[in-house]
């Protein structure tokens, strides 16, 4: 949800009824963070969360600093993801911080769970993003994680709709997690050139990246995509990251705020094959919710009753 999860598309979220999420290392220091959380507040008086991805760069982002605007702005919940935040939960939990981390497999969910993570957020392989490398899809991913886990999970990862909703309870889930779903809203703070792809792709029009150099991404195809597809699979295991790093380093500026489609890779779920429209955040969260007791109270009733 980078250059996405701003404080408009949170402080909707949260407003209709759902957990509104910052995407922390948008903002390019623990000012803006800061900022961007007080913008949030102007937009809702409801909880919200921001979240913090930890992953190895060559110039590593004041965590430190992001944590504290985080502490200081007095949210409560952090969506953590990537690399083991285990060096940050004395610092989140100390400041009574509920901490969500992102897993794609039971192993990472059940590691998260022993440092003290509060809940798991289970990202399937249908995911937007980061898949991991195991490959392992939501229907037994879930079931899994209802096996394993003493702590809540949410399903994340082709979430989208009130049938979404229904399974995911139905595998043992707590709740779900939407990203390229919110996407399509009309809070959605991005170019509706981003909105209108979202809607005409099929779920045949994602494609793995990187896979060469064990980082995985699911992206929407493009001309960008095809091109980064194309050399992974003339280079095969010689590819580095300077081979494609022209379609994927800086791009989502170009991409969400200016709309150039074809500018670069871009995260995406095989769930915009189940976005046919462009709501409100309320207006899809409670179309969710009902599509979701229609389904268990009448359509799964009925067949035990």
């Known amino acids: 949800m980078h250059f996405v999860g701003l404080a408009e598309l949170a402080g909707a979220v949260s407003n209709a009824g759902g957990l509104g999420i910052i995407t922390g290392l948008t ?19 409801k909880p919200f969360g921001v979240n913090l991805t930890f992953l190895p760069t060559l110039a590593t982002p004041d965590y430190p600093g992001y944590i504290k605007a985080i502490i200081d702005g007095g949210v409560k919940v952090v969506e953590t993801a990537g690399n083991n935040p285990v060096q940050w939960m004395p610092m989140l939990k100390e400041a009574g911080i509920k901490v969500v981390h992102k897993c794609t497999t039971v192993r990472h969910a059940l590691k998260a769970e022993a440092i003290g993570c509060d809940a798991i957020s289970v990202d399937g392989f249908e995911c937007g ?14 079931t899994r994680a209802a096996e394993e886990l003493k702590v809540p999970f949410l399903a994340s990862g082709g979430m989208a709709d009130g049938r979404s909703l229904a399974g995911a309870l139905a595998l043992g889930a707590d709740g779900i997690n ?11 703070p991005i170019h509706q050139n981003v909105k209108d792809a979202l809607v005409e792709a099929t779920e045949l029009d994602t494609r793995l990246i990187m896979r060469p150099l064990r980082n995985t991404e699911r992206v929407l195809r493009n001309a960008a995509v095809d091109r980064i597809v194309e050399t992974e699979r003339r280079l095969g295991s010689k590819t580095t990251f300077e081979d494609i790093a022209a379609e994927v380093a800086g791009v989502y500026p170009r991409v969400m705020q200016e709309g150039d489609m074809d500018a670069g890779a871009w995260s995406c779920g095989m769930v915009v094959g189940l976005i046919h429209d462009v709501p409100t955040c309320k207006e899809l969260i409670d179309r969710i919710v009902a599509e979701a007791r229609e389904i268990v109270n009448k359509r799964l009733g009925g067949m035990f009753a």
């Open 27 to 45: 903002q390019r220091t623990p000012e803006l963070l800061a900022r961007e959380i007080a913008r949030c507040r102007e937009i809702t008086d």
């Open 129 to 142: 993003g980061h898949p991991g490398e195991d490959d392992i899809p939501n229907f037994i991913l879930l």
């Open 178 to 188: 939407m990203g390229t779903r919110f996407m399509a809203t009309k809070e959605a």
